[in-house]
Structures are given as C-alpha cells and as structure tokens.
C-alpha cells in the first residue's frame, strides 16, 4: 500500500516571503499522481495543483510551484510571495495510476501560519 | 461551479445512536467518498462509490456503511455511534474513469461529536 510522509505538522512564513511545504511518498508502481490540496480555516478543501508522474517538468500554478523528484519519491510545494489567504491546512495526496476509483492517499497535513 | 453540499456542519449524537451523515453533489459525478479527518493523521478513506447502488471499501470502513441510492446522493451511516468516532467527516466527489489525475472536489464536512 502507498504511504504519503508530510515530516512538518506547522510552518510559519513572513508575509511576502516563500516556504516549503516537504512531502515524501512510497509506491512501488511507475504511473501515479500527486496533488497538493489546501484547506482554509472553516472553508472547503480545493486542489491547489497537480503533478503527472510521467512528466519531467514541475507544475507551476501562479504562485504555487512543486519540486518532483521522482527517484527520490519527493513532492514539495513552494509558495511564493506568500499572502495572508495562504493560511490554511495543506494536504498532499497520491492516487495510483492503475486506480481506477479515483481514490486517494493523504498525508498528515502541514498548518500554515502566514505573518503579517 | 461544481458544489458538494453536507447536511450538517456540526453534530452531536450520544453513543449507540445511529447517525446519518448525507452529501449530495449537483455536476453528475460517477465517484462519491466518504473520509474521516483526524489530526495529524490526514483524511483517511471510510468508503466510496463509483456507481449508483456500487460501494467499495476504503481503509477505514469498520463500525461504517454507506448508502447510494441515487447518482447525486451519498450517505454514511453510523449504525451503533460509539465515541471513538468522534470526527471530522468529509465527502467528495469526482468524475469516473481511470484516466487522468481527476480532481476531487470536497464538502465542507460536518463535525460530528459523540458523547
């Protein structure tokens, strides 16, 4: 069974800083992929962005950017410029490409803190 | 604008009730889930659908079932509540098919305590 890793339960960033968000993940299959989702204090989840396995080169999303190493089963997320509506809970998620049901893998979650 | 809508935003139920959390979602989607979010543990897959009256397990389905008797309607039934599934619940929904990394979009959940 896949497993995905997020090693950091809170970060903080100053206002119009960049952060990191660290995700790790374990499969043994070629074919999946990876999602980053936000959820903003008492506001739905909403999918943030995506990465095919098969492509080499990393989503970008605005402000928001992934770092995919795929040898090393590493997704990370930057945010840039980081603004105060960046606050939330981020999830990372992986979904096998062989599923069929569409479901999905989450992480722990990172709480994001954002300082004026 | 796809919209996934949840019957209650907060619950409270004593143990050994049975409880009925409802999700309906209103663009046609093949795939309904049901996940329960806990800290520091994430979401974690109670059961979805991916077909009227069709239902598969997820990791976490025991003290759980699900009901789908219409294509928009999703619901998770608690058949004995016991505190242990005090919780977060959140539904989503998404389209069908094995292709492509599909997105799930997510109700506001209901924040259900069992006392």
């Known amino acids: 069974a896949q497993t995905v890793t997020q090693s950091q339960p809170e970060m903080s960033v100053q206002e119009a800083e960049t952060v990191t968000l660290s995700c790790t993940y374990d499969?043994?299959?070629?074919?999946?992929?990876l999602f980053w989702y936000k959820q903003p204090p008492s506001r739905q989840m909403i999918l943030v962005i995506r990465?095919?396995?098969?492509?080499?080169q990393n989503a970008t999303e605005n402000r928001f950017s992934v770092n995919f190493q795929k040898a090393a089963k590493s997704f990370s997320l930057k945010i840039s410029d980081s603004q105060l509506g960046d606050a939330a809970m981020y999830f990372c998620?992986?979904?096998?490409?062989?599923?069929?049901?569409?479901?999905?893998?989450f992480g722990g979650g990172t709480r994001l803190m954002v300082k004026p | 604008d796809v919209k996934v809508t949840q019957s209650s935003r907060y619950l409270v139920k004593r143990t050994g009730e049975k409880v009925f959390l409802e999700c309906v979602q209103d663009?046609?989607?093949?795939?309904m889930f049901w996940y329960r979010q806990d800290p520091g543990l994430g979401l974690r897959l109670i059961y979805f659908?991916?077909?009227?009256?069709?239902?598969e397990k997820g990791d976490i389905p025991e003290g759980y079932s699900v009901s789908r008797e219409k294509k928009e309607r999703f619901s998770l039934i608690l058949e004995s509540a016991s505190t242990n599934q005090t919780s977060m619940y959140l539904c989503?929904?998404?389209?069908?098919?094995?292709?492509?990394?599909?997105?799930?979009?997510f109700g506001p959940g209901t924040r259900l305590t069992v006392t």
């Open positions: 989503a929904s998404s389209l069908g098919g094995a292709s492509g990394g599909r997105e799930q979009y």
């Open positions: 499969t043994s299959e070629s074919d999946y992929y």
């Open positions: 990465q095919e396995a098969y492509k080499q």
């Open positions: 998620a992986y979904r096998s490409g062989i599923n069929a049901g569409n479901m999905l893998t």
């Open positions: 663009m046609d989607h093949e795939n």
């Open positions: 659908s991916y077909d009227v009256k069709m239902k």
